[in-house]
């Protein structure tokens, strides 16, 4: 019986948790000596490596004195708080990774909350220990009292720590020593992490990830509770609504180095992955052909926004996409909701409109950008929270806000989160940046991000997290002034726009094709107005001094993904291609507009 460990490595965004990860894979010599690789192994997919973000869940395995250790790799982010939650299931320890600056962060406590839950044993890492301003010991004790408030077990606050530098390659118990390599952190893993408990009985296996070859179709992954699975067996799937259905295990592969390795069997507590069974979901269990056991089902926390996809129908649409029709929308859709156990879509009264719900504006960003890369196009409105009905009183979602901000500007940012109905809580400093915490309603942070990165020049650092539904808080001022309308289509011209740029800020740039009714700036006052850009000077044969003057624009504001869906208003859509991003009035004509708006 070969010795295991699974491990689930749990940070905060951008604390270094995939390039530990790296650092455990080079030690192990998974790599021959003249391979090339890139940093950052396991963030494979475009949008993780352009954003610096681990967005889906992975598992490697290395193998240390004999001993197997699975990892799983988590995002850090709350919006893929259903990547997490699955995949924890997996693991029987994990290893807390804390930025020795900033110590644990709302996203930290997230995350560790599940795993303390679940009852998984931690070792605490304190990286990045080589910066300026560290704090190491501060840090520790503030990672203590975070487990103490999250009701951790005795034997949860009897953790191993670590300090070291996943950047510099060395792990030890003394920061101020520094070791030559992260062998420490291999050997405390071996040490304090249990071996995974192997109960008696028949097979279950519950299913907690997925992964999809052209070839052989979905194929299962998760961890053997008990039992073994064996390669061409007939097994029970049990599924949620409680039929159990008759399959057959057609490979079974587990997981070696980065890649899978075939295998005849596995035995219980061992992660693998299954292939040839057809309709399973996550959360069905895979156990025993006579007298199946189901495990119990994965929850997740409900949704707490929704947004309308809608077809791409402007003047603009199938230049640029592949994937524009209803049907195409609606099959991609619906493929997304089998491994993104956090979102719902739901169909509207209109073949043409879905409504998607997520756990936030980024957990629904990074579907709308994956979508975009694959070739659709799409349109999608203004993002909303959803509220629930609770004892008769309209509720809403709260979430804790966290800004780091420098002394100069902490001023600017709680007037603007306090304007949101968003109540401060801690105020403290922080080397010399101010700590600021708040509850917020979610609403309030549609759109704030931006403006306090405005206020404070760029330099706050904000993260937020859902914490409660609780009472509605009052209407929340919404974006104050109007949009620039364009009034016809065509080339806009760089005469028109420096003639209009005192009535407000622009989007577009000279020679940028437009279609009237797509918004291009920004009015200076709070209505909509229409304005006319395609406009070009009218030329004679006479100069005239001063007629003649070079134009002087001011540079467009380009908008990315996420800024322009906490920008656009409730009636205007933000259209998304492979190629663009631009905004739009859903009622493109003028007169139509003002008619709908009447019936409002």
Same mark, same amino acid.
């Given at each position: 019986?070969?010795?295991?460990?699974?491990?689930?490595?749990?940070?905060?965004?951008?604390?270094?948790?995939?390039?530990?990860?790296?650092?455990?894979?080079?030690?192990?010599?998974?790599?021959?000596?003249?391979?090339?690789?890139?940093?950052?192994?396991?963030?494979?997919?475009?949008?993780?490596?352009?954003?610096?973000?681990?967005?889906?869940?992975?598992?490697?395995?290395?193998?240390?004195?004999?001993?197997?250790?699975?990892?799983?790799?988590?995002?850090?982010?709350?919006?893929?708080?259903?990547?997490?939650?699955?995949? *924890?299931?997996? #693991? =029987? &320890? +994990? /290893?807390?990774? @804390?930025?020795?600056? $900033?110590?644990?962060?709302?996203?930290?406590?997230?995350?560790?909350?599940?795993?303390?839950?679940?009852?998984?044993?931690?070792?605490?890492?304190?990286?990045?220990?080589?910066?300026?301003?560290?704090?190491?010991?501060?840090?520790?004790?503030?990672?203590?009292?975070?487990?103490?408030?999250?009701?951790?077990?005795?034997?949860?606050?009897?953790?191993?720590?670590?300090?070291?530098?996943?950047?510099?390659?060395?792990?030890?118990?003394?920061?101020?020593?520094?070791?030559?390599?992260?062998?420490?952190?291999?050997?405390?893993?071996?040490?304090?992490?249990?071996?995974?408990?192997?109960?008696?009985?028949?097979?279950?296996?519950?299913?907690?990830?997925?992964?999809?070859?052209?070839?052989?179709?979905?194929?299962?992954?998760?961890?053997?509770?008990?039992?073994?699975?064996?390669?061409?067996?007939?097994?029970? *799937?049990?599924? #949620? =609504? &409680? +039929? /159990?259905?008759? @399959?057959?295990?057609? $490979?079974?592969?587990?997981?070696?180095?980065?890649?899978?390795?075939?295998?005849?069997?596995?035995?219980?507590?061992?992660?693998?992955?299954?292939?040839?069974?057809?309709?399973?979901?996550?959360?069905?269990?895979?156990?025993?052909?006579?007298?199946?056991?189901?495990?119990?089902?994965?929850?997740?926390?409900?949704?707490?926004?929704?947004?309308?996809?809608?077809?791409?129908?402007?003047?603009?649409?199938?230049?640029?996409?592949?994937?524009?029709?209803?049907?195409?929308?609606?099959?991609?859709?619906?493929?997304?909701?089998?491994?993104?156990?956090?979102?719902?879509?739901?169909?509207?009264?209109?073949?043409?409109?879905?409504?998607?719900?997520?756990?936030?504006?980024?957990?629904?960003?990074?579907?709308?950008?994956?979508?975009?890369?694959?070739?659709?196009?799409?349109?999608?409105?203004?993002?909303?929270?959803?509220?629930?009905?609770?004892?008769?009183?309209?509720?809403?979602?709260?979430?804790?806000?966290?800004?780091?901000?420098?002394?100069?500007?902490?001023?600017?940012?709680?007037?603007?989160?306090?304007?949101?109905?968003?109540?401060?809580?801690?105020?403290?400093?922080?080397?010399?940046?101010?700590?600021?915490?708040?509850?917020?309603?979610?609403?309030?942070?549609?759109?704030?991000?931006?403006?306090?990165?405005?206020?404070?020049?760029?330099?706050?650092?904000?993260?937020?997290?859902?914490?409660?539904?609780?009472?509605?808080?009052?209407?929340?001022?919404?974006?104050?002034?109007?949009?620039?309308?364009?009034?016809?289509?065509?080339?806009?011209?760089?005469?028109?726009?420096?003639?209009?740029?005192?009535?407000?800020?622009?989007?577009?740039?000279?020679?940028?094709?437009?279609?009237?009714?797509?918004?291009?700036?920004?009015?200076?006052?709070?209505?909509?107005?229409?304005?006319?850009?395609?406009?070009?000077?009218?030329?004679?044969?006479?100069?005239?001094?001063?007629?003649?003057?070079?134009?002087?624009?001011?540079?467009?504001?380009?908008?990315?993904?996420?800024?322009?869906?906490?920008?656009?208003?409730?009636?205007?859509?933000?259209?998304?291609?492979?190629?663009?991003?631009?905004?739009?009035?859903?009622?493109?004509?003028?007169?139509?507009?003002?008619?709908?708006?009447?019936?409002?």
């Amino acid at each position: 019986m070969q010795s295991i460990r699974n491990i689930a490595i749990i940070a905060h965004v951008d604390h270094g948790k995939t390039t530990l990860v790296d650092k455990i894979i080079h030690v192990s010599k998974i790599f021959r000596e003249n391979q090339q690789f890139e940093d950052l192994i396991l963030d494979s997919n475009d949008l993780e490596r352009e954003r610096g973000i681990t967005i889906l869940s992975k598992n490697v395995s290395v193998r240390y004195k004999g001993t197997k250790i699975n990892i799983i790799d988590t995002p850090g982010h709350a919006d893929f708080g259903g990547e997490v939650e699955r995949v *924890l299931k997996m #693991a =029987d &320890g +994990v /290893i807390l990774l @804390v930025d020795a600056f $900033e110590g644990p962060m709302p996203q930290t406590r997230f995350v560790l909350g599940k795993a303390l839950a679940l009852g998984l044993r931690p070792i605490v890492i304190v990286n990045k220990v080589d910066k300026p301003n560290c704090r190491p010991d501060e840090v520790y004790e503030s990672v203590f009292d975070l487990m103490f408030n999250l009701d951790a077990t005795e034997e949860q606050l009897d953790f191993q720590t670590l300090y070291g530098s996943a950047k510099e390659n060395w792990m030890g118990p003394d920061w101020k020593n520094p070791t030559d390599s992260i062998i420490p952190l291999l050997d405390a893993i071996v040490e304090h992490i249990p071996a995974p408990v192997i109960e008696e009985g028949t097979l279950q296996m519950q299913i907690t990830s997925l992964d999809y070859s052209n070839f052989v179709g979905r194929i299962a992954i998760g961890r053997v509770k008990r039992g073994t699975i064996k390669e061409g067996s007939q097994l029970s *799937l049990c599924k #949620a =609504d &409680g +039929v /159990i259905k008759k @399959v057959k295990v057609k $490979e079974l592969h587990v997981f070696e180095g980065l890649g899978k390795v075939r295998v005849a069997e596995v035995a219980a507590g061992d992660i693998c992955a299954v292939t040839g069974i057809e309709d399973f979901e996550i959360g069905d269990t895979l156990a025993d052909l006579e007298n199946p056991e189901a495990l119990k089902r994965i929850s997740i926390d409900e949704p707490t926004m929704n947004m309308l996809f809608t077809i791409n129908n402007s003047p603009f649409f199938g230049k640029e996409g592949k994937f524009v029709t209803s049907r195409h929308l609606r099959d991609r859709l619906f493929k997304e909701m089998e491994k993104n156990l956090a979102l719902r879509v739901e169909t509207t009264d209109n073949e043409d409109k879905f409504l998607v719900f997520g756990r936030g504006i980024l957990h629904l960003s990074v579907l709308i950008e994956t979508m975009r890369r694959e070739g659709y196009e799409l349109q999608v409105g203004q993002p909303q929270v959803i509220f629930k009905e609770i004892d008769g009183v309209k509720n809403e979602p709260i979430e804790t806000l966290v800004v780091d901000v420098p002394d100069s500007s902490a001023g600017k940012v709680i007037e603007l989160a306090t304007q949101r109905k968003g109540e401060l809580l801690i105020m403290e400093p922080k080397g010399d940046m101010q700590h600021l915490e708040f509850k917020i309603p979610s609403r309030g942070l549609i759109g704030l991000r931006n403006n306090v990165l405005t206020a404070t020049q760029g330099e706050a650092i904000m993260n937020h997290r859902f914490t409660a539904y609780e009472p509605f808080k009052g209407p929340i001022p919404s974006r104050s002034n109007g949009s620039l309308i364009s009034m016809d289509s065509g080339p806009c011209t760089a005469y028109a726009i420096d003639k209009l740029q005192d009535r407000g800020s622009f989007f577009i740039e000279p020679g940028d094709e437009l279609y009237g009714g797509q918004v291009i700036g920004e009015n200076s006052r709070d209505s909509d107005i229409v304005v006319n850009v395609q406009k070009g000077k009218k030329l004679t044969n006479m100069r005239a001094s001063g007629s003649d003057d070079n134009v002087k624009i001011t540079p467009a504001k380009k908008f990315s993904l996420e800024e322009g869906m906490e920008y656009i208003q409730k009636d205007e859509y933000l259209e998304i291609t492979p190629k663009s991003i631009r905004m739009r009035k859903i009622y493109l004509d003028e007169g139509e507009r003002g008619r709908m708006a009447k019936k409002d």
